[in-house]
């Protein structure tokens, strides 16, 4: 199989016969195989009928999940990949504000040897207020934290090839994060504009509270990405930090006390000192567990702390 084409889909009903219109006139062009994989999330409509007569019309390309309850679109788009097998995988909406005719264009774009490729609405047909100018403020926040510069995270047409999704679980809102999780393992990853539309039926799932929930995960992203394999940097460098104010707030206290007879515990500076210490000592206390829970997670897994992107004359699951 060399593509597959993952769609979450809740309350889509009105949505998917234009849906697997646009998806046949687009797919059927491709040289390659290719399968759909649609997880249906907890729908209350028809979603789950039509996807069932999809699948049973052209048991060839079309596969769905029909997950139990509404787990979100993130656990969807996992539901999905678990069960897709190409070497390509596309991310996509079912709402058609995505265009299946960008397909070929990022798929060219992968050829040209980038592992990621995806998608920016430059037009965006969302409601501004609500959407629109706290995804940019959430984009450029992102960047600057992650040090991965993208102009459109929230895009979920993406193209990936699949070893850059490998190793990694998505949680909470996690699936924009993946271009950061695939830089932190090499990947090369380009931007391409795609069309976006308005939404023609239905209506949206989200308002402005997601917006808040990313910039939650994006704490956890960073975390994982950067010190997940070194805790003690981090919890040890924030320690070492405060116990450092804590000793410079000390001898500042201690010098005025032998010069100008002020006294020590007198000053809101020695109750400062001392907090600073007993948190400081705690930070670090938390890294050296940290780095035991480290240790469990890569061993028992038996997750290695690298990634391998090609091998000579080696089998290839050695
Ligand atoms: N979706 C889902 N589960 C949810 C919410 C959304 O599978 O709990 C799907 C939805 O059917 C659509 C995609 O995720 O295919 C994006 O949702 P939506 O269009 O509401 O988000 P927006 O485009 O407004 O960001
Ligand atoms: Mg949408």
Same mark, same amino acid.
């Given at each position: 199989m060399n593509l597959s084409l993952v769609i979450p889909v809740f309350n889509e009903q009105d949505n998917l016969p234009l849906l697997f219109d646009a998806l046949y006139k687009t797919m059927n062009t491709l040289k390659d195989s290719w399968e759909l994989i649609l997880v249906d999330d907890g729908s209350r409509d028809k979603t789950k009928l039509i996807l069932q007569e999809y699948a049973e019309k052209d048991p060839q390309h079309v596969r769905a999940v029909i997950l139990r309850r509404n787990y979100g679109q993130t656990a969807a788009i996992a539901a999905g990949l678990d069960h897709a097998k190409g070497e390509i995988i596309v991310l996509m909406d079912a709402d058609l504000?995505?265009?299946?005719?960008? *397909?070929?264009?990022?798929? +060219?774009? &992968?050829?040209? /040897?980038?592992? =990621?490729?995806?998608?920016?609405?430059?037009?965006?047909?969302? !409601? +501004? #207020?609500?959407?629109?100018?706290?995804?940019?403020? %959430? !984009?450029? #926040?992102?960047?600057?934290?992650? /040090? #991965?510069? =993208?102009?459109?995270?929230?895009?979920? =047409?993406? $193209?990936?090839?699949?070893?850059? &999704?490998?190793?990694?679980? &998505?949680?909470?809102?996690?699936?924009?994060?993946?271009?950061?999780? $695939? %830089?932190?393992?090499? +990947? !090369? *990853? $380009?931007? #391409?504009?795609?069309?976006?539309?308005?939404r023609k039926f239905g209506k949206t799932k989200y308002g402005l509270e997601r917006t808040a929930k990313v910039i939650l995960d994006l704490f956890t992203v960073k975390f994982l990405v950067s010190y997940s394999a070194k805790p003690i940097y981090i919890f040890g460098g924030t320690g070492g930090l405060l116990m450092i104010i804590s000793a410079a707030l000390m001898l500042y206290l201690l010098v005025r006390r032998s010069l100008f007879l002020i006294s020590v515990t007198g000053s809101p500076l020695f109750q400062t000192s001392v907090m600073f210490f007993i948190l400081g000592f705690q930070s670090m206390l938390m890294g050296l567990i940290a780095e035991l829970l480290v240790r469990t997670y890569h061993e028992s897994q038996r997750k290695p702390t690298y990634t391998v992107r090609a091998k000579f004359n080696l089998n290839t699951n050695e």
């Open positions: 504000q995505n265009d299946p005719s960008d *397909i070929p264009m990022m798929l +060219a774009k &992968l050829d040209e /040897g980038y592992d =990621l490729v995806s998608g920016l609405r430059k037009q965006r047909k969302d !409601n +501004a #207020v609500t959407r629109n100018f706290p995804s940019m403020i %959430a !984009n450029w #926040v992102i960047s600057r934290v992650t /040090g #991965v510069h =993208l102009h459109d995270y929230g895009c979920t =047409l993406k $193209a990936y090839r699949r070893e850059v &999704l490998e190793g990694f679980r &998505l949680y909470g809102e996690m699936h924009r994060f993946i271009p950061v999780y $695939a %830089a932190s393992v090499g +990947a !090369n *990853i $380009a931007e #391409v504009v795609v069309s976006h539309h308005p």
